[in-house]
């Protein structure tokens, strides 16, 4: 291996990979002895840095890491112990012990953790953080190109069940153990596992799955599912069904910088939103002067005509809506009255 210096503004040295053709093996490793090159000291565990023959763009730290990458046309296969063989992996990063250590054929792969990636042949463009993440990512063949690749796992033993899924998004310590050719889902936190509490779900494709052992979202193959703590779940729209929200709490619309209270006009004088009062609901006090009309302008203007409904609390007094536009709504009034106490809710459209 040589390394040559580059002239550089920035504080550090700059090295460039120039030719190489070899791994760097404890000369101790009986079936796996390569000389280490001149001026490199290994310690008798076994290989401490791999670069793979012609491919100085991979790079494996720790024991028998990428120790099946070879990106060289079989013709021009440089033979490096009887564990190598032929392959077009490239471009890829493995940091622990047996990390990526199958791969043959993956692509910018990115595996930081003991034995994360351990059995990936042939997927690519995945990330994972952790002692066994993606441990069983095996890949696709060369009829599925994508399947085992684009997957993101963070955490100890993250997706490690996934065999031939893809494109998971997955963050936690176990998160996604059930995933094993699903696709597309994204889950966050101890999320449940095989034979444990949770959601296993194994083949579904599109949940997106926040929390920890949560029970509502779904198995197996269920797909377009979410469930946020067990307390919103529900079905996405991309579902077959329909979306479906369910809530398990206490709705609570809030004002603020962003999202100003609503304002009332044409109300009597000096009519009153009770404390609290949004564009979603509220209560209104009219004033003074027996006003047939009422009308709330909103804090924001909703996209398009919201639903709304009205509803007085003075005895003897009918309300209803008479106008709605995205930007306010009229409330009517069948009696003249001061101090009419009316509560109304709104719900977006679109």
């Known amino acids: 291996m040589q390394l040559q210096r580059k002239r550089s503004s920035w504080p550090f040295m700059v090295l460039t990979p120039i030719f190489l053709t070899t791994s760097i093996y404890s000369s101790s490793d009986a079936q796996e002895a390569h000389p280490s090159p001149p001026g490199i000291t290994v310690n008798?565990?076994?290989?401490?840095?791999?670069?793979?023959?012609?491919?100085?763009?991979?790079?494996?730290l720790g024991y028998k890491t990428l120790q099946r990458q070879q990106s060289v046309p079989v013709e021009f296969n440089l033979s490096q112990g009887p564990s190598m063989e032929?392959?077009?992996?490239?471009?890829?990063t493995a940091?622990?012990?047996?990390?990526?250590?199958?791969?043959?054929?993956?692509?910018?792969?990115?595996?930081?953790?003991e034995v994360s990636c351990y059995n990936m042949t042939s997927g690519s463009n995945n990330v994972a953080v952790g002692q066994q993440a993606l441990f069983n990512a095996t890949g696709g063949t060369s009829k599925e190109p994508g399947h085992g690749s684009n997957n993101v796992a963070i955490g100890q033993g993250a997706g490690f069940n996934i065999t031939t899924g893809q494109a998971n998004t997955l963050v936690g310590t176990n998160t996604g153990l059930s995933i094993t050719t699903g696709a597309l889902n994204v889950e966050v936190g101890i999320?449940?596992?095989?034979?444990?509490?949770?959601?296993?779900?194994?083949?579904?494709?599109?949940?997106?799955?926040?929390?920890?052992?949560?029970?509502?979202?779904?198995?197996?193959?269920?797909?377009?599912?979410?469930?946020?703590?067990?307390?919103l779940w529900g079905n996405l729209a991309e579902n077959a069904?329909?979306?479906?929200?369910?809530?398990?709490?206490?709705?609570n619309s809030k004002t603020g910088k962003t999202n100003p209270p609503p304002s009332l006009s044409a109300c009597g004088d000096?009519?009153?939103?009770?404390?609290?009062?949004?564009?979603?609901?509220?209560?209104?006090?009219?004033?003074?002067?027996?006003?047939?009309?009422?009308?709330v302008s909103f804090g924001v203007p909703y996209g398009a005509a919201p639903f709304c409904s009205?509803?007085?609390?003075?005895?003897?007094?009918?309300?209803?809506?008479?106008?709605?536009?995205?930007?306010a709504f009229t409330i009517g009034l069948s009696a003249g009255k001061d101090n009419i106490v009316i509560d109304y809710i709104c719900i977006g459209s679109s």
């Open 44 to 60: 008798s565990f076994g290989p401490v840095l791999t670069i793979p023959p012609a491919d100085p763009y991979s790079l494996g």
């Open 86 to 92: 032929a392959a077009k992996g490239m471009l890829n």
């Open 95 to 113: 940091v622990g012990h047996f990390s990526l250590q199958a791969l043959t054929q993956g692509e910018y792969n990115t595996c930081v953790g």
């Open 191 to 231: 999320v449940g596992g095989p034979g444990g509490p949770g959601c296993p779900i194994d083949a579904g494709i599109g949940n997106i799955l926040v929390g920890n052992a949560m029970k509502r979202c779904g198995a197996g193959a269920a797909s377009f599912t979410f469930d946020i703590g067990d307390t």
């Open 241 to 251: 069904a329909g979306g479906m929200l369910n809530v398990q709490a206490h709705v």
């Open 270 to 295: 000096s009519p009153r939103l009770a404390e609290g009062s949004t564009d979603t609901a509220g209560q209104i006090t009219t004033g003074k002067g027996a006003s047939p009309t009422c009308t």
């Open 310 to 327: 009205v509803t007085p609390e003075t005895a003897e007094v009918t309300a209803y809506l008479s106008r709605k536009t995205a930007a």
